[in-house]
C-alpha cells in the first residue's frame, strides 16, 4: 500500500532526495529528548532542537488528548520540527508534509530537507514554514514501544500449515500484548482519525491560519481524511502516491500486488537495455536470475553476511526477498542496487535484500517507524482473516494473478499481521466525503510499486471531477514529488500559486 511496515516512508526520503542528510549514528533520544520547545496546550511556542537534528530546524511539543472522545481524560505530546520560511515578508503559511507509512517520521523528512534544501523549489523554502509533525505514536511524538525480541521474531505469512497458522496468531498476539505492555492505553489510540484530530489543534495553536498539507503515500490517506473532517480549513492540499481507503479486502491485495509485480517487470526491463555500469544484469535474462534467486531461497534461506540479526536478519527466505523487492522498487534511483542484490545473493550472499528489511533495535525513534506502523495500519484496515483457510485463498488470489511474487505486498503483510491484534479497527475502510470549496491536486505515477494507478484513480472518482485533479506522471516509482521533474514543478505551482494543470495533464518525469 505505499505506506510500509517494512519499508518505511522515512527509507523512501533518503532514496529519493538527491543528496540526502546522512542519517545519525545514534537516535536513542526520546520524544521529549528531541525537542526543547515549551509544551503546551495553548499556543506552541518553539525552541532549539536537541543536535541530532539539522541546526536550522526549531523543535516544538504540543499536549492533546489520548482519547478525543473524552477530553478531559490522559494525554499525550505531540512532537514537531519546523523549517522557518527565508522570506518573512513573502511567506505564504505553514506547509505540513507526512512521508507515510504508516509510521514514517515527518520529523527526519523536514530535517532531510533543512540539510539538503536543493531537494526542493528554493521559491518553496523562502515563503512555508515546513512542519514535519510526528503523527501520534511516531517519531518525536509520544511513541508506540514494544518488546524488541517479541518483534523481531521471525514467522510465516504465509502458513501452509496449521502449525504455522497458529505460530502467526501467537506472535501478533504476544506483539500487541508488549505493545500494550510498554506503550499503554496509547496502543489503542494510533488510528488516523485520532492523528487527523491532532494535526487540527496544532493547525489551531500555530495561529489558526488555513493549512497547507502534503502528503506522500499514507500521507494521502491521513490527509484526504482530514478533509473530509475539515473541509474548510484548506488553502492547499496535495496528495501523492494516493491510497484508496474504501476498498475490500481482496481487491486491496489485487491491486496492490499486480502494481508491484508490474513494475518488477519495468525493473526486468530496465535491468536488460541498461549499461553493465547502471545495472550489472545488463543484457542478461533478469527475471530468469530473480527466479533462479527465489529457487534458492526456497530450497534454503540464502545467507546475508552483512547482517547479525541486530539490525538485520543473517538470512533471507524466499518470503523475505518477496516482500523486500517491493520496497527496492519504490525509487528509481535504488534500481542499479537491486541489480547487485540479484547478482550477490545468486551467489550466496542476500545482505543487500536483508538490509531492506530492518529490525527493531530498541530506539524508540527509530523503531517506531516499524512498531507504530503496525499498530496504526491495525486500527485503520479491514483483517478479517480467522483461519489457515482464509490466508490460503488471499495467498491462491496472488499466486494466480502475480505468480512472480505470489501476492506478497503491504497489504496483505497488514491482513496477516492484525490477525489477533488486540486494538479495535476503529477507523475502518470507507469512502471519502468532501464537501470544501479548494480543489485537491492529486499526483500519480503509472508504475508505482506500492499505491496503484487503480487507487490513484478510485480515490479521484470519490473526490470527483469538481473537488479534485488527477496529475499523472508516466513511469515508475513510488510518489513523484521528491523526483523533482515535471511533476514536482506542476505541484509547487499548485502549492505556491494554487495554479492547478488542465485535467487529464500526463507527464513524463
Known sequence: MGRSLVFTPALLALATLSAAAPTPASRTFSARRGTTGTNSTGAISWGPCSDQFAPNLTCATYTVPLDWSNPANETIELGMVRLEARDKSARIGNLFINPGGPGGQASALVNDLAASPDAVDPELLERFDVIGLDPRGVGLSTPVQCDVAAYNKRVAYFPKTQAEFDDLVAYNKALGESCHAKTGRLIDFVDTISAIKDHEAVRKALGDEKINLLGLSYGTQLFSQYAELFPDNIRSIVLDGNLQHSQGESSNLLIESTTYEATLKKFFTWCNNATT??????????????????????????PAGGCNDTECRSDVTEEDLRFALQGYLISPSSWPSIGQALVEADAGNATLISQQQPLAVGDAYSDSSVLAGTAIACQDWAHASRSLADLQEKATLGANFSPLTRGACQSYKIQTSCVGWPAPLSNPPKPVVYKGETKILQAQSTFDPSTSYTWGLGLHAELGDDKSVLLVRNGSGHTSYLLGGETTAAINSYLLNLTLPEPGTVLDS
Open 277 to 302: 555500469e547502471e545495472c550489472p544484469l545488463s543484457g542478461q535474462d533478469v527475471e530468469a536470475k530473480y527466479l533462479s534467486v527465489l529457487a534458492k531461497a526456497t530450497a534454503s534461506p540464502i
